[in-house]
């Protein structure tokens, strides 16, 4: 079945029908992928990926999942080798880029930006990160990653632990949950980091209940246990941020004995310690790896597949 969009730059697009279509997708390509096969569904397409702002995963997911199927990548290094750097604006960017690729993936640092691209862009678009924002793709492998783990998604306890102002990927994840049923939320955060209203008035339209407190031990008895990073690129005063840094931080102490699995849309810089990285709980490299075969079945469907 086509998606609903053409463009994806915010969860909140994605109808129940998009996203069961792009899971069932995912799981279909994984199954071809995980034994080692190859795909040329998108041979002769290109993907362009521009990338103005940092990514390891997200990128190179991309990359990967467009080669996976057969197609090709052609790419924009940073802001300083683009023109953007000139002056360009991002629309013109993407008029100019559409002429080129047969779709695009684009990380901007301001918020707004991924649908300023999408207004113009004249072929599908995907924002890969639009500053504190949207993840939307992010989200959904978030979603397939709950589902393989925990066999379900409706009736879940849902932890957010960390930077839940900035962190675009729980505003993307918890807008994208409002599709299911009976979930909670434990959101975990200091006073000056707590979930915006954007959010919990969502939650409050859907009426899916979650309880607000600044302690970590309430998310063990989660079922997911979704920590992030304190964002530090996007304080505008940095001494908040060194306060707040290393607000929580979770041990291999915490989780043993514990059923939560643990996730986390990466990179961590101490707030999951290393030791953690061994439980069955940890999930978060499984959840990395996930990125793959969700972006390939987002490009073929995307694309027409
Ligand atoms: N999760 C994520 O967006 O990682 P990158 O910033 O490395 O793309």
Sequence with gaps: MPLSFKHLTSTKQLTRADTDAILVKAAEIEGVTAKGGSSDLLAGKILATLFYEAST????????AMLRLGGQVITADGFQFSSLYKGESVEDTMRMVGQYADIIAMRHPE????????????????????????????????????????????????????DLRYGRTVHSLSFLLGLYTNLSFTFVAPKELTMPEKVT?????KKLPFTQTDKLEAALSCDVLYMTRIQEERFADHSEYERLKNVYTLTADLVKGTKVTVMHPLPRVGEITTDVDALPNAAYFRQARNGVPVRMALLALLLGF
């Design 111 to 162: 918020q707004g930006s991924a649908d300023r691209a999408a207004a113009v862009s004249p072929v599908p678009f995907i924002n890969a990160g639009d500053g504190p924002g949207q993840h939307p793709t992010q989200a959904l492998l978030d979603l397939f990653t709950i589902r393989k783990e925990r066999g379900t998604i409706d009736g879940l306890k849902i932890a957010m632990v960390g």
């Design 57 to 64: 995963r997200t990128r190179l997911s991309f990359e990967a």
């Design 201 to 205: 008035s969502f939650l409050l339209e």
